[in-house]
């Protein structure tokens, strides 16, 4: 089983930015493959707002193109996302997703993290 951690979530005005962390683990040998961070505002869907592939490639949702990046550290197993320029319809519950194999299983599974929330507020 893998475990994702997201941290970085707060409280932050309009115009502001912060950085996502989110933190992969096992207990057994695993292999992460795409990642991505997906958001959950009241009321609405939750939507992808940005995924990065095993060799780097990136996708955004149109919503956040030039303000967020997605990026990774594969030796560290951690997904970031560095969001700019933030809007109040940015508030949400920003979570974590990898696709990986982990041991004793050989077939990828969807991990998800917990969640962590961004309010953007004045």
């Known amino acids: 089983q893998v475990q994702l951690v997201e941290s970085g979530g707060g409280l932050v005005q309009p115009g502001g930015s912060l950085r996502l962390s989110c933190a992969a683990s096992?207990?057994?040998?695993?292999?992460?493959?795409?990642m991505g961070w997906y958001r959950q505002a009241p009321g609405k869907e939750r939507e992808l707002v940005a995924a990065?592939?095993?060799?780097?490639?990136?996708k955004y949702a149109d919503s956040v193109k030039g303000r967020f990046t997605i990026s990774r550290d594969n030796a560290k197993k951690t997904a970031y996302l560095q969001m700019n320029s933030l809007k109040p319809e940015d508030t949400a519950v920003y979570y974590c997703?990898?696709?990986?194999?982990?041991?004793?299983?050989?077939?990828?599974?969807?991990?998800w993290g917990k969640g962590t929330l961004v309010t953007v507020s004045s």
């Open positions: 997703s990898a696709q990986a194999v982990a041991a004793p299983l050989y077939y990828t599974m969807d991990y």
């Open positions: 990065i592939t095993g060799d780097g490639s990136t």
């Open positions: 096992g207990r057994t040998f695993f292999s992460l493959n795409d």
